[in-house]
């Protein structure tokens, strides 16, 4: 399989649906990303009543006066997920959510997307893995942020478990926002593939990183999805903003991402077919001794 790119919107959308909606639009045709992915929460499962009343800690990102309050303002509705879903379908690009709770995964199943993503901060909820396990026939994929190897080998053997290891796909992460590039710890990919390669569907990366360098190496190194977090502009209020592209890096990062993809292959045989004439033009031959004088 090629490279695959998810632009993640996440809650990039500051809650807007027309918004949503134009970052679907700018992220397949202009970046020509392979899938858009938004987020899914059940803030009332998640959250104990003192969190949902709390202050946001960050008072200046915030879209309520609770943090409960601000989370439920960046929620879609099923329904606005499946209006979502209709537009990314006519904008021929892939929809899909990350997950965060039993029934977040329970109504985003139903909408049948090619995937449903397991953020790093929930990979350990295994009744919402086992939920999906058991009714969603779709690809699963995992970020392993902040996750100890032991937790990782446990998220393996639960889906190998309910034969699903070849439905998932785990992708290499630091959880932070954003992340500098001496914590990227882009080599993980390399210890996840020889893990893991042979049991899950794939090995991808998910970068909370500033550029596009880092993804060009990850490719390299062996991972088939890239994820980015996308927005239409860096400078918007909220927490991800920062971390994200606008469209003109998420477009070079589709680009160069295929570009290296394709490069990443053994030459069929020993001198092709490009070199052939350049080599009767250029390649040093020894000559032949002159013939000695009569």
């Not at 919107?9 to 700018?26: F, P, R, S, T, W």
């Not at 960050?58 to 439920?72: D, I, K, L, Q």
């Amino acid at each position: 399989m090629g490279i695959k790119v998810i632009a993640e919107v996440g809650c990039n959308h500051k809650g807007d649906l027309q918004i949503a909606k134009e970052m679907i639009q700018v992220a397949a045709v202009y970046a020509k990303a392979d899938v858009v992915k938004f987020q899914k929460r059940n803030n009332r499962e998640l959250l104990t009543q003192a969190q949902y009343e709390a202050p946001h800690p960050n008072p200046a990102n915030s879209y309520g006066e609770t943090y409960g309050a601000h989370r439920e303002f960046l929620e879609f509705s099923l329904e606005q997920h499946r209006e979502l879903a209709e537009e990314c379908r006519r904008n021929g690009i892939e929809y899909s959510t990350s997950v965060w709770d039993t029934s977040s995964a329970s109504e985003i199943a139903s909408l049948n997307p090619s995937l449903i993503k397991i953020p790093s901060a929930c990979n350990l909820h295994f009744e919402m893995l086992g939920l999906l396990a058991d009714s969603y026939a779709g690809e699963i994929h995992l970020s392993l942020g902040m996750t100890t190897q032991e937790e990782e080998r446990r998220i393996v053997s639960f889906f190998k478990d309910r034969g699903r290891a070849g439905d998932v796909v785990l992708y290499a992460c630091t959880s932070g926002y954003p992340v500098s590039f001496d914590e990227l710890c882009l080599r993980e990919i390399t210890r996840l593939r020889e893990a893991f390669g042979e049991v899950v569907k794939a090995i991808g990366f998910s970068g909370h990183h500033l550029g596009i360098a880092a993804d060009m190496a990850a490719i390299a190194l062996g991972a088939q999805w890239v994820e980015r977090h996308f927005t239409l502009d860096r400078t918007w209020k909220g927490t991800d903003h920062a971390a994200s592209l606008e469209p003109d890096g998420l477009r070079r990062v589709v680009r160069d991402a295929r570009a290296v993809s394709r490069s990443l292959t053994y030459k069929p045989q020993e001198i092709l077919e490009v070199e052939i004439a350049q080599r009767e033009k250029l390649k040093w031959r020894p000559r032949p001794a002159p013939a000695a004088a009569a």
